[in-house]
Each structure stands twice: as structure tokens, then as C-alpha cells.
């Protein structure tokens, strides 16, 4: 059974930055798309950020372009979204998802996802 087991969420100063990391178990990530997904209380899950099975092709949305860069490690089977620059719009609950159609921006797309894991941006 694939299981998606993220980590490094927390609270942050606006300004400050954290590291979130999602480990696949029993899933060669080689093969799939990845990406991260938030959403935030009241709201519907948003794209954040996702990469292809190739990391040539990688997507952010508008709101954290400039301040967020995901990549990949398929030996490892770990995907990082490195945030920077947080504000406090970014307060979520953060979602891994795993799919097999690049560049997807829709949760229904993706097959597998993480538990989630809380950031808070606030001072």
C-alpha cells in the first residue's frame, strides 16, 4: 500500500522560510508527476506547485512564484518544497499528491497524497 509521509511544517515569522519534505513508500516516484497542493480553512485545495516525471518541467502558481522551489529526489523518494519569503497567505494545511498527468492542476488528478502538514506564517 503507497503511503505519503510529509514533514516540516510549523509556525514562521512573515518573512521566514521552512522545508517541507514528502517520503513515498512501496511508489517509484521516477514514474509520476508530483506536486503540492494547499488549503487553508474555509477555502477549496489550491495548487502550489508541481514538477513532471522529467524535473525540465516544473510549475508554481502566481502566489508563491519567486518565493517557492520544489524538486526531487527519485533515489530517495522524496519530493521538497523549499519556501521562502513566507507570508501570512501562505497559512495552510500542505498536501503532497502523486499523479500520472504532468503539469495538473487538479486534486481530482492525483492518486495518491499525503496526510498534510500544518504552516503557519504569523509574528
Known amino acids: 500500500q503507497v503511503h505519503l509521509v510529509e514533514s516540516g511544517g510549523g509556525l514562521v515569522q512573515p518573512g521566514g522560510s521552512l522545508r517541507l519534505s514528502c517520503t513515498a513508500s512501496d511508489l517509484t516516484l521516477d514514474f509520476y508527476a508530483i506536486s503540492w497542493f494547499r488549503q487553508a480553512p474555509g477555502k477549496e485545495r489550491e495548487f502550489v506547485a508541481g514538477?513532471?516525471?522529467?524535473?525540465?518541467?516544473?510549475e508554481y502558481s502566481d502566489s508563491v512564484k519567486g518565493r517557492f522551489t520544489m524538486s526531487r529526489d527519485n533515489a530517495k523518494r522524496t519530493m521538497i518544497l523549499q519556501m521562502n519569503s513566507l507570508k501570512p497567505e501562505d497559512t495552510a494545511v500542505y498536501y503532497c499528491?502523486?499523479?500520472?498527468?504532468?503539469?495538473?492542476?487538479?486534486?481530482?488528478?492525483?492518486?495518491?497524497w499525503g496526510q498534510g502538514t500544518q504552516v503557519t506564517v504569523s509574528s
Open positions: 499528491a502523486v499523479g500520472r498527468r504532468d503539469g495538473s492542476r487538479k486534486p481530482d488528478e492525483y492518486d495518491y
Open positions: 514538477m513532471g516525471r522529467s524535473e525540465n518541467f516544473v
